[in-house]
């Protein structure tokens, strides 16, 4: 079974969101993985390129802290977008540890 938790309220700084992020969310994301399921994805709104590091960081300490649990960090504004990478993940047992960004723009299919 998949969890989704979605990630809101963080700021705008870099650090600042990250540091948040430990302080508000962890002990949360640590009780989802303890339920017995078998994928957690985090959902983060869209941010700006330097939160990629502490976010792509969270996700690949969390997979390995939570195996074998499958945990990824999934960021974006367009709801189909999100919606789309939710129903892959679900079946896609192998992905763990990832930062998927969305953008709602196609990721780069020629038809979009």
Known sequence: MQRVL???GLPGSAIDAAAEFHRVWLTQVRAAVAEN???LVLVMPAAPHDHRDWRL???RDLAREAAPCRVNVLAGADTSAIAATLEYLERAPGVT???LVTDGQGAGNPAH
């Open 6 to 8: 979605r990630i809101d």
């Open 97 to 99: 540890g990832q930062l």
């Open 57 to 59: 960081g969270l996700a």
């Open 37 to 39: 399921i078998s994928s």
